[in-house]
Nanobody
């Protein structure tokens, strides 16, 4: 089993920044694809960003492209999501996820991920 613990959420004004962290423990693998998703009440979980095990390849949702940056530190078993120029519509619970699969178009699909964190709340005020 793999345990994922997110941190760094909070309340921020529109235009501000937050940095989310996701610490992995247990039977981790540096070859896992790591992703961030978000969810608001009554809506399905939405893809935000994913990073290849090497850190060289990333993919983003159009809604966050140019504002968010995903990165990972395999030595520390941690993945990050730097969020800049935050908007009220970014308000959600943000989840970290790990996928024991190959890099490809499916990294955008939540059903492909094997492990999930408990989530961290991000609230952006207008």
């Amino acid at each position: 089993q793999v345990q994922l613990v997110e941190s760094g959420g909070g309340l921020v004004q529109a235009g501000g920044s937050l940095r989310l962290s996701c610490a992995a423990s247990g039977r981790t693998s540096s070859s896992d694809v790591m992703g961030w998703f978000r969810q608001t009440p009554g809506k399905e979980r939405e893809f935000v960003a994913a990073v290849h095990w090497s850190g060289r390849f990333t993919v983003y949702a159009d809604s966050v492209k140019g504002r968010f940056t995903i990165s990972r530190d395999n030595a520390e078993n941690t993945v990050y999501l730097q969020m800049n120029s935050l908007k009220p519509e970014d308000t959600a619970v943000y989840y970290c996820a790990a996928e024991r699969g190959t890099w490809g178009p499916t990294v955008r699909l939540p059903d492909k991920y094997d492990y999930w964190g408990q989530g961290t709340q991000v609230t952006v005020s207008s």
